[in-house]
């Protein structure tokens, strides 16, 4: 199973509650240059697809983001859910040394 998404990188000054508003679930991806992280965002829709297929840690994707022209292949590394509702709220990806 080939598994590919695409995310755009956060805007700058964006707060969290406003891009889940808005249909966006925000995340950040380690290891893809060393120890610097970058500030993401992904569809919520996608990610609900995503988490139905992948499980934490063990399954490997391709993750394409657009604003930075990185593709590479990721883990997920967290999945932050909302205490009452169980939708996700965060998202933690991890790129492996492949990618």
């Given at each position: 199973m080939e598994l590919t998404i695409d995310c755009k990188?956060?805007?700058e000054g964006s707060k969290p509650n406003a891009l889940r508003r808005s249909g966006l679930i925000p995340a950040n991806l380690y290891g893809h240059k060393g120890s610097e992280s970058v500030s993401l965002v992904v569809d919520a829709k996608t990610v609900e697809q995503l988490l139905k297929k992948a499980r934490v840690n063990k399954t490997e994707f391709?993750?394409?983001v657009t604003d930075l022209d990185w593709r590479g292949t990721t883990v997920i590394r967290e999945v932050q859910t909302h205490p009452a509702k169980g939708t996700p709220y965060h998202l933690s990806f991890f790129a492996s040394?492949?990618?």
């Open positions: 990188k956060r805007p391709e993750l394409n040394s492949k990618g």
